[in-house]
T-cell receptor
Framework: KNEVEQSPQNLTAQEGEFITINCSYS?????LHWLQQHPGGGIVSLFM???GKKKHGRLIATINIQEKHSSLHITASHPRDSAVYIC??????????FGTGTRLTIIP | DGGITQSPKYLFRKEGQNVTLSCEQN?????MYWYRQDPGQGLRLIYY???????QKGDIAEGYSVSREKKESFPLTVTSAQKNPTAFYLC????????????FGPGTRLTVL
């Protein structure tokens, strides 16, 4: 079993829909990252969080440390949100451990 | 503009040849990383460096080598000892430790024929 599991693996939705991507992990962590990988391969860091909730524009990330679970939400989704969203966790001062990603496609 | 550059974007090599992938950053970050991405798998850490002239092996260092002679540069050499070198390689940097927000380069897609 991977230390970081994401669901769903693939998600297709209509423009305007509310999107939720989930990340579960099996170890104690000090922080969790959400990343976005564009079709060309470039990766952008969206959030780093260790508790609670963070918001940036239409993106919201939440984490529940007790349940070892995080969600990434996208409100009013748009075709430009189509990308692979990757969850990664940090244990103490160790390296990042990455999930395999959720491929999101938003249809106009 | 500050950022990380990787070159080239696409690279083709014959089996048995060593190849060096370039990674440069002008963000004044201390830490730099090399990752490998394969279809259906999460990113895996090859090597990382938290300070000039020092680096540590990641999870899949066999068949790779690095150097960190300058703060701005962290080149990765894929040697002929690497059994399956065809992959997408990503370089990243962060201000300090491995848990910090990492800034990624555009990646190099290496194909070994």
């Amino acid at each position: 079993k991977n230390e970081v599991e994401q669901s769903p693996q693939n998600l297709t939705a209509q423009e305007g829909e509310f999107i939720t991507i989930n990340c579960s992990y099996s170890v104690g962590i000090s922080a969790l990252h959400w990343l976005q990988q564009h079709p060309g391969g470039g990766i952008v860091s969206l959030f780093m969080l260790s508790s609670g909730k963070k918001k940036h524009g239409r993106l919201i990330a939440t984490i529940n440390i007790q349940e070892k679970h995080s969600s990434l939400h996208i409100t009013a989704s748009h075709p430009r949100d189509s990308a692979v969203y990757i969850c990664a966790v940090v244990r103490g001062n160790e390296k990042l451990t990455f999930g395999t990603g959720t491929r999101l496609t938003i249809i106009p | 503009d500050g950022g990380i550059t990787q070159s080239p974007k696409y690279l083709f090599r014959k089996e048995g040849q060593n190849v060096t992938l370039s990674c440069e950053q002008n963000l004044n970050h201390d830490a730099m990383y090399w990752y490998r991405q394969d279809p259906g798998q999460g990113l895996r850490l090859i090597y990382y460096s938290q300070i000039v002239n020092d680096f540590q092996k990641g999870d899949i260092a066999e068949g790779y080598s690095v150097s960190r002679e300058k703060k701005e540069s962290f080149p990765l050499t894929v040697t002929s000892a690497q059994k399956n070198p065809t992959a997408f390689y990503l370089c990243a940097s962060s201000i300090a430790g491995v848990g910090d927000t990492q800034y990624f380069g555009p990646g190099t897609r290496l194909t070994v024929l």
